[in-house]
Each structure stands twice: as structure tokens, then as C-alpha cells.
């Protein structure tokens, strides 16, 4: 057999790895099934009211928004290690500052495993549906909050780091792409806008939710406030859950069905050869199925660019609340506003860019960002 066959083999999984070809099954099978039933009963929502594509849009701004208070993590720190260590004098300014500084180290778990389970978890989403991804990530969300609590009660950074951190962050991450991909089938026309719109939620998250710990913490204590959270956050994001579906099968709208596939009167996928083979000079991706995607070299350099492009944001959105306070001598409230105003250009940012994309293309507006930084 020669070298090109053997690379063909690999790429397709069909090697003797069998984590290799558990990975390319995993990332290959996609399909969604549904009975007959099912698809009759998503027509409706509760209580027989018709379903209409565009409930998705604000059911799913709402249910981003909850997982962006993630981004507020920072103004938990101090009370945490406060709470957690004790306090001492600050050597400057002479105010009561913790002994340790580890709970960033919460929203550093919590960010990888947001990512993980969004990456690991994305097939399984497909194949079961944005509902139950949702519920599954929700529960996790929640119990993550709940053994936060416990461990802030106990005095247990341990736990902490397990709760939010582990639980909470691969929650975080099953919820964050429910909604996107249910957005995108449902608008196929629209996909920047969609997606766009759904993931500026959760700079939204960080506007709403940045101011809300101080207050609650001074009524209820830090422990309980992060039950108080957890359950509000869980029984919004049920509700939403429940909203979540992907269109039929027979979906179609402005000419394309839910994969962006033009259709004819008749509903039939159109097979013009003379343009699907100019799509594919154009865009030689668009012929790659998932695993071979996932597996390419050009997936890689993307991953990379991605990933540099994001982790210097992260490590300031871990600290930025100590960063107001610490360096520029504010207090708490003024640290929560600017935490609060970084969301609000979070938020903009995402829907702005998405929205444009679906002129200018994804890749010149990657160039627009990336020079914009």
C-alpha cells in the first residue's frame, strides 16, 4: 500500500488506533433521530400555542445570558478568599485584604472545562438534540453552584474548584452550544446574525449579573448566595430547555433548508452539478464531513489562532475586579461596573461582528477582528 493511501486511511480512522477511530466515530455520527410523534409535538409549545422560529431568538439570549455569568467570576474573588483564609491588612492602603489569592484559579478550571465540553460534547448534541444538551448542562451547572456553596460553607477551596469550577465549567460548556446550533438550523439565511445574536448573550450575562453578588452577599451571606444563584440560574435555564428544538426535517425557508442546502418548489434538494463542483473550487471545505475537518491540518492552525486569540482575554476577565480595586484603588461597586461595562462591549462586539459576517464572509471578518485588536 502506498503513503498516500496509508494518510488516506488515517484521516478516515481506519487504522489500528482505537482511540483514533473511536474519536472519528464519535465526530462523524451526527444524525438526529425523532419519531413521527415528536416532530407532531414540537409544532406547539406549552398549552398548544404554535411554535414560531423567532421565540428561539429571545429564549435563547436569556439562556446565554445566565452562562455568561461566568465572565463575573472576578468580583467573587476577594469575598471567597476573604471568606475561605481570613484577612490581614493590606501593606499599602492598610485595608483588610485576603491572606491567599487562589480562587481565580476557580475561573481557570472552570474555562478549560467550558471548552472541553463544548468540544467533546458537540456531537452527542447533535445526535440528541439541543433540549436534553441543555437540561444535562444545566443540571451540571447547578449542582456545580450548589457545591460551591458547600464548600465556601465548609471552608473548602477543594470544593470550590469541583463545583463551579469542574461541574459548573462542562455545564457551562454543554449549554453555551445548545442554543447556537438550534439557532443556526432554524435560520439558515440568517447564520452570522443567529449565532450572533445568541452568543452576545452572554456578554449580556456579564452586564446584568456583574452587579447582583454584592448586594445579595450583604443580605444573605457569600454561601447562600451562591444557592440563591444557582437555583434562579436553573430554573430560568429549564424553562428556556424546554423551548429549544431543531426544525423538522421537511424545514425550509427563503429557498434553503436547515443545512443551507438550496431546495426547489417541490422541497427537493437542487443537485445543479455545474455549481456545486464552482462551490467546491471556491471552497474546497465545504466537501469535508466533520472527523475529516477535525483531523486536518487546517483545523489545527484555526484551533491555534482561536486559542491565542482568546487566552490573553481570559487570564484579564479572571482578575479584573482585583485589577480595578488593587491597582486603581476602587471599591468594590466601581470594580463590578467596569466588570459590567467589559460585558456590555462583550455583548456588542459579538452581535456586530456575527452580523457583518454574513456579508463581508467569516474569513475577512476574521482578518477585521483579529487587526482590531
Known sequence: MDNNNQDQRSTRGDDRNPLVRALYHHYSDTAYHRSAATIEREKTLFWGIPFNRWTMFPTAFIFQAICGSLYTWSVFNDPIDAYIYGTTADPVTGKPAPIKHNAPITFYIAVGCFGLSS?????????????????????LFFLGNMIAAIGIRAKTMAL???GYGLLGGAGLGLCYISPVSALQKWFPD????????????FGAGSIVFAKVPGPLTAE?????????????????????????????????????????NKVNANGDVETNQEEKAA???????TTMNLSDAIFSKEYRFIYLMFFGNSIAGLVFLSRLANIVKDIFGKDASTAATIVAINGGFNLG????????????GRKNSFFVMLLSQ
Not at 120 to 139: C, D, F, K, M, Q
Not at 193 to 200: D, M, R, T
Not at 279 to 285: C, E, I, K
Not at 349 to 360: E, I, N
Open 349 to 360: 462586539g459579538r452581535l456586530f461582528f456575527s452580523s457583518v459576517s454574513d456579508r463581508l
Open 190 to 201: 440568517k447564520r452570522g446574525l443567529a449565532a450572533g445574536f445568541a452568543v452576545c448573550g
Open 220 to 260: 444573605v451571606g457569600l454561601p447562600l448566595t451562591f444557592v440563591t444563584l444557582g437555583c434562579s440560574y436553573f430554573a430560568a435555564m429549564l424553562l428556556c430547555a424546554f423551548i429549544f428544538r431543531v426544525p423538522p426535517p421537511n424545514f425550509q425557508v427563503n429557498g434553503m433548508d436547515m443545512y443551507r
Open 119 to 139: 468540544a467533546i460534547n458537540g456531537p452527542w448534541l447533535e445526535r440528541h438534540g439541543p433540549r436534553l444538551a441543555a437540561i444535562v448542562g444545566s443540571t
Open 160 to 162: 470550590v474548584y469541583f
Open 279 to 285: 462551490a467546491q473550487l471556491r471552497d474546497p471545505g
